[in-house]
């Protein structure tokens, strides 16, 4: 059974159209990467596959008591409010002291209990706010293009964290990114986002479509920027992630800019 799917999905804001005709499934175990320029609709498909908007039209089914773990693109907290990171972990569920430092432990920065959440470093406080999502023990983990601000060296290893968790935890993955140089390492299928689907599939699928290649500049000058996870084990993943196939809608016009 589908964890979220959505069928039809518009949104809109006041009259302007954000995404049209939007339908697509997240299944249990599978990594799904949302790419697409800015302006594309990710952070609004984001935001009402989380409930936090309604679709104009359509709707979005969640499978019954579904754990969303959700990891956003920023936050902002007062500098001078005295948080630790215990302290930040146990608000607004209270955590048990042995679950935090093992989380913590997990996601790579053990020891941090005590410090405060300014003090962090950007990598640091992503890795925490990672924490904090898998503390809830989710089904699906979205990340909301969570390595903003992190050096290409931290943005490949917060990605590799994330397969290994998969692989450990077997939650599905929601990543929205804009960074096509690393983000494909670990993903399942991709989903291209201008407004609407314009085309889904494997990352080599989606790579060789003439929307991706609209939309990225390849063949333009542009770099072909899509690397392909080399599978050295097997995902327990259900019939319907072991295709290799991609759609495509050649009907809209895409272009090269958002």
Known sequence: MSLITAQ?????????????????AIEPGEIVTVIGPNGSGKSTLIKALLGVLSPSTGVINRKQGLRIGYVPQKLSLDSTMPLTVKRFLS?????????????LARVGIFGVEQQQMATLSGGQ????????????????????????GLDQTGVAAFYKLIEDIRQEMGCAVLMVSHDLHVV?????????LNGHIC???APT??????EYRALFGVGTGGTLALYQHAH???HDLGPSQEH???????DHGVSSHG
């Open 125 to 148: 406080f992503q890795r925490v706010l990672l924490a904090r999502a898998l503390l809830v023990r989710p089904d699906v983990l979205i990340l909301d293009e969570a390595t903003q």
């Open 184 to 192: 494909m390492s670990a993903t399942d299928r991709v989903i291209c």
């Open 244 to 250: 290799d196939h991609s759609h495509c809608d050649h």
């Open 91 to 103: 608000l607004p569920k209270h955590q048990s002291a042995a679950d935090i430092t093992r989380m």
């Open 205 to 210: 699928v989606v790579s060789e479509t003439p």
């Open 232 to 234: 050295d084990h097997r």
């Open 8 to 24: 039809n999905m518009s949104v809109a804001y006041s009259d302007t159209p954000a995404l049209s005709h939007v339908s697509f």
């Open 199 to 201: 085309c889904e599939g």
